[in-house]
Nanobody
Framework: QVQLVESGGGSVQAGGSLRLSCAAS?????MGWFRQAPGKEREGVAA????????DYADSVKGRFTISRDNAKNTVYLQMNNLSPEDTAMYYC????????????????????WGQGTQVTVSS
C-alpha cells in the first residue's frame, strides 16, 4: 500500500502563491492533484505522467499552476501562482497503480492512492 502525504497548504491573499508537496512512500505511476470545495464535486487540477513526463491541467488553472515531479524523492509538487478565491478548496494528491490511457487524467476513479488532503484558502 502506497502512502501519500501532502503538505504546503495554507491561507494567502488573492494574487499570492503556494507550493504543495506530495511525498509517496514508494514508486507510483501517474500522479495528480485534485481539489474539492464545499458543496462542489471533486475536480482534477493537474496530472504528471511518469513515463513521458507530460503534464495536463484543468482549463481553470492553466498558466497559473505548474505540476512537477522529483522521481528520486517520489514527490510531486504543485506550484500555484496568482491564486484567486475560486481556488479555495481542499487539495488532494493522488496516484495511479497502473498506467491509464491518455485523456483520462481527471477521472478520480482511476487513482488508487489518495492523500489526506491539505487546505488552501485564498482571501480577496
Amino acid at each position: 500500500q502506497v502512502q501519500l502525504v501532502e503538505s504546503g497548504g495554507g491561507s494567502v491573499q488573492a494574487g499570492g502563491s503556494l507550493r504543495l508537496s506530495c511525498a509517496a512512500s514508494a514508486y507510483t505511476f501517474n500522479m495528480g492533484w485534485f481539489r474539492q470545495a464545499p458543496g462542489k464535486e471533486r475536480e482534477g487540477v493537474a496530472a504528471f505522467y511518469t513515463t513521458s513526463r507530460r503534464t495536463d491541467y484543468a482549463d481553470s488553472v492553466k498558466g497559473r499552476f505548474t505540476i512537477s515531479r522529483d522521481n528520486a524523492k517520489n514527490t510531486v509538487y504543485l506550484q500555484m501562482n496568482n491564486l484567486s478565491p475560486e481556488d479555495t478548496a481542499m487539495y488532494y494528491c493522488a496516484a495511479q497503480a497502473k498506467s491509464t490511457p491518455g485523456g483520462t487524467w481527471s477521472v478520480a476513479a482511476l487513482y488508487k492512492y489518495w492523500g489526506q488532503g491539505t487546505q488552501v484558502t485564498v482571501s480577496s
